[in-house]
């Protein structure tokens, strides 16, 4: 409790005080109500403002009402405005300073708003009516010719967006038969306004740096005097301003736990009064006969509250913000590495290595079961593996003891899947195939029944894949390789149905047909079925098609070879009708000796007939 003697009389001014320094979420945050010069705030131009500052002044200490006039009302502004998010929740709370010119009872009223820089309301609590403790003694809420100090209290919870302000009007109607003054901006009227906050200054991050400012966690003894340096980097956010940042320190504690720098001042490197965001700095130079180890820095933030809270109790109460980071100094741990492709099978063979400011460290080959151990400085690496020379992996790792890391790969079982143009599976489609890192796997593969060719353990990336079909190139892909497939390849291969039909178009069975490119060589055959039908897969050109058909019919042999030029660039049909299959009859052996005998009989009988005749 802050004990404040005013002319005489006792002000009881309740205040949050805390000893430890650990962290609360919500803080009892002071605002001191000013007169100072003009700032532009909340659309306005004006001299009553209010911060975290307990710079009082002795200019102007008060606002007065003459008697006639039944109220005064006072106004103040918080400046810099706020520079991040602020929850306030709570009892709001406004310690002022009043005295009269005899004694009379009053009535107090607060008022909170949310502005914008332009002066845009965008909250306002309404006129409220608070608990009003202080006074003279028997007369709480009165005022009276000494000064009392007085605590409104009221309950509220808001948020504040950054860059808007905070607008507090305090009202003290005493009637117009006294007169009343309001006192603030010193060290005997410490007029203020107390929010619950949950947002306050903090450390967000740390960074250690060496000595030429890039990011390292692992330092060593064996380096010279002026590289033997540890710059502890770090940024602290305040949602009042950077001018309520009093006091930034580090102290860093060896791994026997001794203290070897405490409470080294930082200063600001960046940032402003008005900055959210503002980043300190400080520099450790350790001795060659450092001791090995891991080393914990502790970075502590103390506000212009924890600051007064100092002055006036001799302990920063609540507060103090503190975050810590980790860095080694000449300190090693073996590491083991599991490397699987995406099946969680083991890598074997796999090249692994540790990087650190995008230097290799340490380097490796997985054993065949896809393991490999390294010993290992503390701190945080970046981790390359590679297969077949192309990087399937490369990830971050922190550690600061023996640790096991398990690494999945973009290595896969990739099928890729070759059809005509019409979908159909291409069984022996020739595949000539370009890794990823360039290289051509020298012989080719033949597609299967599915018209497709599977590969184990392959790393991800781009596949070349030219297709041949019958000697001619049908499909020149490239396959972004991410996942194990199956990838389908469609290629410039066309179907050629060809239908044998006879003289009367009815179909022919047992017709050879014969397919040969433009310079003559013969690609394919097949010999037609019931349906009188073939079908082949072809590579566009324009083709000789010939039907071969041999036969016998009524005991006649015969045959029809045609040939026709197809040109082929897209699926199609083809009629192909044979018009002497089959021949007129009476032109075949089979008939005649069918005819022959009976005409012979049907002769034979007539002569028979004839003398028969002639006998009677």
């Known amino acids: 409790m802050l004990i404040l003697v005013t002319l005489g009389s006792l002000l009881f001014v309740p205040t949050r005080v805390n000893p430890s320094y650990a962290e609360t979420s919500t803080k009892s945050m002071h605002f001191y109500l000013h007169y100072t010069s003009a700032a532009s705030v909340g659309g306005v131009s004006t001299n009553y403002l209010m911060n975290t500052n307990r710079a009082f002044q002795n200019v102007k200490n008060s606002d007065v009402k ?25 009892s709001w ?91 603030y901006d010193s060290v005997l009227y410490p007029s203020q306004a107390i929010f619950p906050s949950t947002d306050f200054a903090k450390p967000v991050s740390i960074r250690t740096l060496d000595a030429n400012l890039t990011a390292k966690e692992v330092f060593f003894t064996f380096w010279n005097e002026q590289q033997r340096k540890v710059v502890i980097s770090a940024d602290v956010t305040d949602p009042f301003g950077g001018y309520d940042i009093s006091r930034v320190t580090a102290t860093i504690t060896d791994s026997a736990n001794r203290t070897v720098l405490v409470d080294q001042p930082m200063n600001r490197i960046s940032g402003d009064p008005f900055s959210f965001t503002s980043t300190y700095e400080t520099v450790w130079s350790y001795p060659a006969d450092a001791l090995q180890g891991k080393y914990r820095v502790d970075v502590e933030v103390i506000d212009n509250n924890g600051k007064y809270n100092f002055e006036s109790f001799g302990n920063f109460g609540p507060y103090v913000e503190s975050s810590s980071k980790f860095f080694s100094i000449g300190i090693q741990y073996p590491v083991h590495f599991i490397i699987q492709d995406n099946r969680h099978q083991p890598l074997a063979s796999a090249s692994l290595t540790v990087l650190s400011a995008g230097l290799p460290v340490a380097a490796g080959t997985t054993d065949s079961t896809g393991m490999l151990t390294l010993t290992l400085f503390t701190g945080n690496f970046e981790v390359q593996v590679k297969w077949y020379n192309i990087l399937v992996a490369d990830e971050r790792i922190s550690f600061t003891n023996e640790s096991t890391y398990t690494i999945t790969t973009a290595v896969y079982y990739p099928e890729f899947r070759f059809v005509s143009n019409a979908g159909n599976p291409l069984n022996g489609a020739m595949v000539f195939v370009a890794a990823p890192n360039g290289t051509n ?23 070349g894949l030219l297709t041949f079909w019958h000697g001619v190139l049908v499909a020149d892909a490239k396959v972004n390789v991410t996942a194990d497939g199956p990838y389908t390849i469609r290629t410039q291969v066309f179907r050629l149905t060809v239908n044998v039909t006879d003289n009367s178009e009815a179909p022919l069975e047992n017709t050879q047909i014969v397919v040969s490119s433009s310079t003559g060589r013969v690609l394919d055959f097949g010999i037609t079925g019931k349906l009188g039908q073939v079908s082949f897969n072809l590579p566009a050109d324009d083709y000789k098609v010939t039907t071969y058909f041999f036969g016998s019919y009524w005991l006649n042999f015969i045959s029809n070879t045609t040939t026709l030029t197809v040109p082929v660039r ?12 089959p021949p007129p009859v009476y032109t075949t052996i089979g008939f005649w000796l069918i005819v022959i005998p009976l005409v012979i009989v049907i002769l034979l009988a007539v002569i028979l007939l004839r003398r028969r005749k002639r006998a009677r």
Not at 130 to 137: A, E, L, N, R, T
Not at 140 to 161: A, I, R
Not at 570 to 581: C, E, H, K, P
């Open 441 to 463: 796997i020298r012989l080719p593969y033949l597609s299967d029944a599915n018209g497709a060719i599977s590969f184990r353990q392959q790393p991800g990336g781009e596949y």
């Open 570 to 581: 897209a699926d199609r049909l083809i009629a192909v009708s044979l018009s002497n299959i």
């Open 93 to 183: 709370q406004v310690i002022i300073f009043v005295n009269a010119s005899a004694l009379h009872p009053a009535n107090w009223n607060l008022e909170f708003w949310e502005k914008t820089p332009q002066g845009t309301i965008t909250w306002d609590s309404g006129a409220l009516s608070p608990i009003v403790q202080g006074g003279p003694s028997g007369n709480p809420g009165s005022v009276d010719v000494p000064v009392f100090g007085y605590t409104l209290t009221s309950d509220l919870t808001h948020t504040f967006n950054p860059g808007n302000t905070l607008e507090l009007e305090v009202t003290v109607n005493t009637g117009s038969t006294v007169e009343a003054r309001v006192w």
């Open 66 to 90: 003459k008697i006639g006039q039944p109220k005064i009302q006072v106004d103040w502004y918080l400046y810099p405005s706020f520079a991040g998010p602020v929850t306030f929740t709570g």
